[in-house]
Nanobody, 121 residues
Framework: QVQLVESGGGLVQPGGSLRLSCAAS????????AGWYRQAPGKQRELVAG???????NYADFVKGRFTISRDNAKNTVSLQMNSLKLEATAVYYC???????????????WGQGTQVTVSS
């Protein structure tokens, strides 16, 4: 019922910027955690940035200082501003939300389908 849709990916030159957005639709749910993950070919999916209900954020070392995660509760979105992009950032980026649908008893991890980010000169 709950769906996450990512947008904002594309092709960008090294040093450029992109802003990824994740829009949630469907049932209302309580959010404990929201984050952006990435998966490059031949590698494991890894956490890039996360934000918890209090607003506290956490970043992977390889993006710290260049990426910023944010949320807009009114719009039901979580975004990732990516600056000073490097070739190594090329990957599929996935949005994940951990929470509950209205009336649910158990926590659920909701995943988007991913958006491709390609950094190339």
């Amino acid at each position: 019922q709950v769906q996450l849709v990512e947008s904002g990916g594309g092709l960008v030159q090294p040093g450029g910027s992109l802003r990824l957005s994740c829009a949630a639709s469907g049932s209302i749910f309580s959010i404990y955690f929201a984050g952006w993950y990435r998966q490059a070919p031949g590698k494991q999916r890894e956490l890039v940035a996360g934000i918890i209900s209090s607003g506290s954020t956490n970043y992977a070392d390889f993006v710290k200082g260049r990426f910023t995660i944010s949320r807009d509760n009114a719009k039901n979105t979580v975004s990732l501003q990516m600056n000073s992009l490097k070739l190594e950032a090329t990957a599929v980026y996935y949005c994940k939300v951990q929470g509950k649908e209205a009336g649910a008893r158990e926590i659920t991890n909701y995943w988007g389908q991913g958006t491709q980010v390609t950094v190339s000169s």
